[in-house]
C-alpha cells in the first residue's frame, strides 16, 4: 500500500497523559498536513509543512500541541497534557497537489 | 469569512438513481474545490476537484459543476451504487493563499437497494 499511512489508528489515554501520532505521507511527496475531525464535522486544518519547514499553524493549534517533521519525510504530532475536548479523528494527508489523506488516528481522552 | 457548508444533511436514493449534492462557499476569493468522499472508519478520499476558470468537471460517473455567480457547487453521481453510500464533503481552497482546505460539515449519501 503506497498510500499515505497513520499510526496508531486508535489510542485511549487518561485526561493530563502526552499522546503522540505518527503520519507517513506518500513518498515523495513535499507537502504535508494534519487535520482534526469530530463527529459529523468536517476536517478542520491544523498544520502544514512543506519539506521540513512548518509553514502554516491554525490558532487551533495551542500551545499543548507540537508537530514536526524532522527530515521532510514522516511527521509526528504530539498533545501535551490531554484534555477531554481533544478527543477526535487526527488525520494527516499529503499532496503534491490534490491532498490525499490517511485513515486517521482516533483519539479518546477519558 | 471563510466558509463552506452544503444545503442538506442527508440524501436518500434508489439503487440506480442519479444523485446530487450541493454544497455553498462564502469565501469570493476561494479558486480551487474539491469534493471527498467519506466512509465510516475512513479517511476522505479524493473525488474530483474543479478550477474557478472551470464551470464543469467530469469523471468516472461523477459530474462537479461550480457556479461562481452564486458561489454554488454540486456533485452529481450517475447510477448511483450502493458503495457509493458515505458521507461527501465539499472543500475550497484558494490557490497561492492559504493551503489549508476549508471543508463543509458533509452530507450523509444512503443508498437504498
Known amino acids: ?110 | 469569512g471563510e466558509s463552506v457548508g452544503l444545503h442538506l444533511p442527508t440524501l436518500s436514493v434508489q439503487e440506480g438513481d442519479n444523485s446530487i449534492i450541493n454544497c455553498a462557499y462564502s469565501n469570493s476569493a476561494s479558486d480551487y474545490f474539491i469534493w471527498y468522499k467519506q466512509e465510516s472508519g475512513k479517511g476522505p478520499q479524493f473525488i474530483i476537484d474543479i478550477r474557478s476558470n472551470m464551470d464543469k468537471r467530469q469523471g468516472q460517473r461523477v459530474t462537479v459543476l461550480l457556479n461562481k455567480t452564486v458561489k454554488h457547487l454540486s456533485l452529481q453521481i450517475a447510477a448511483t451504487q450502493p458503495g457509493d453510500s458515505a458521507v461527501y464533503f465539499c472543500a475550497e481552497n484558494v490557490q497561492g493563499g492559504s493551503e489549508k482546505l476549508v471543508f463543509g460539515k458533509g452530507t450523509k449519501l444512503t443508498v437504498n437497494p
Open chain 1, 1 to 110: 500500500d503506497t498510500g499515505v499511512s497513520q499510526n496508531p489508528r486508535h489510542k485511549i489515554t487518561k485526561r493530563g497523559q502526552n499522546v503522540t501520532f505518527r503520519c507517513d505521507p506518500i513518498s515523495e511527496h513535499n507537502r504535508l498536513y494534519w487535520y482534526r475531525q469530530t463527529l459529523g464535522q468536517g476536517p478542520e486544518f491544523l498544520t502544514y509543512f512543506q519539506n521540513e519547514a512548518q509553514l502554516e499553524k491554525s490558532r487551533l493549534l495551542s500551545d499543548r500541541f507540537s508537530a514536526e517533521r524532522p527530515k521532510g519525510s514522516f511527521s509526528t504530532l504530539e498533545i501535551q497534557r490531554t484534555e477531554q475536548g481533544d478527543s477526535a479523528m487526527y488525520l494527516c494527508a499529503s499532496s503534491p497537489d490534490e491532498q490525499y489523506f490517511g485513515p486517521g488516528t482516533r483519539l479518546t481522552v477519558t
